[in-house]
T-cell receptor, first 114, second 113 residues
C-alpha cells in the first residue's frame, strides 16, 4: 500500500550541530521524493528533492540520501540554526498515479536549542 | 520568486454552510492540487486538476467537494454542507511539469462551528 513514514516525531539538536531526519517508504516503484519544511502557520516549503536514479543530492547546507535497497531516505542539515526549527516532511510522488499527487509522511519536529 | 497565494487565511463558518477557498497558482503551472491537514496530522491529498478537469481524487473528496478553475488564474475548492470534521488547514499546490516539486500556498485555516 501507499505509505511514507518518519522514524521520530521530534528531534532536538544543539545549534551548530548536524541534524539527520529519517524517512521510510514502502513502495519500491517510487521514483521521486521531496523534503518539505513547514513553519508554524505556513504551507510546506520545498527544501530538496531526489529521483530514484540518484543516491545523494546536495543543496545549501542540506543533503538528501536515498537507499533504495531498504527504502529509506534521510535529510541531513549541516550546522543547524535556530531558523531551521520547523516540522519536516518527506513526500513521495505516488508511484501508480500519473497525476503527480504526493503522499506525505507524518513529519518530524526539529527543535534547535541555542 | 513566484508563489502560490491562498485566500482567506482563516475562514470561520457555521456547520451546514458552504465555503469557497480560493487559490492563485503560479502563472505558468499546469497541474493544480488541493491537500488537507488536520491539526497535528500529516498532509493528505484531496484532488488533482489538469486541463480543466479533475484528474484524480481521494476517497475524502466526495460529493460534498468540488473544484473549479473559473478563469485563467484562480483555482477554487468548494465545500458544501460543511461538517465539524471539515475543520483543517487546506493547502493549494501547483506544478509546472512532472518530476518537479509542487509549490504550496500558506493555506486556509477552516474552522467549522
Amino acid at each position: 500500500g501507499e505509505s511514507v513514514g518518519l522514524h521520530l516525531p521530534t528531534l532536538s539538536v544543539q545549534e551548530g550541530d548536524n541534524s539527520i531526519i529519517n524517512c521510510a517508504y514502502s513502495n519500491s516503484a517510487s521514483d521521486y521524493f521531496i523534503w518539505y519544511k513547514q513553519e508554524s502557520g505556513k504551507g510546506p516549503q520545498f527544501i530538496i528533492d531526489i529521483r530514484s536514479n540518484m543516491d545523494k543530492r546536495q543543496g545549501q547546507r542540506v543533503t538528501v540520501l536515498l537507499n533504495k535497497t531498504v527504502k529509506h531516505l534521510s535529510l541531513q542539515i549541516a550546522a543547524t540554526q535556530p531558523g531551521d526549527s520547523a516540522v519536516y516532511f518527506c513526500a513521495e510522488k505516488a508511484p501508480y498515479s500519473n497525476t503527480g499527487k504526493l503522499i506525505f509522511g507524518q513529519g518530524t519536529t526539529l527543535q534547535v536549542k541555542p | 520568486e513566484p508563489e502560490v497565494t491562498q485566500t482567506p487565511s482563516h475562514q470561520v463558518t457555521q456547520m451546514g454552510q458552504e465555503v469557497i477557498l480560493r487559490c492563485v497558482p503560479i502563472s505558468n503551472h499546469l497541474y493544480f492540487y488541493w491537500y488537507r491537514q488536520i491539526l497535528g496530522q500529516k498532509v493528505e491529498f484531496l484532488v488533482s486538476f489538469y486541463n480543466n478537469e479533475i484528474s484524480e481524487k481521494s476517497e475524502i473528496f466526495d460529493d460534498q467537494f468540488s473544484v473549479e478553475r473559473p478563469d485563467g488564474s484562480n483555482f477554487t475548492l468548494k465545500i458544501r454542507s460543511t461538517k465539524l470534521e471539515d475543520s483543517a488547514m487546506y493547502f493549494c499546490a501547483s506544478l509546472g511539469q512532472a518530476n518537479q516539486p509542487q509549490h504550496f500556498g500558506d493555506g486556509t485555516r477552516l474552522s467549522i462551528l
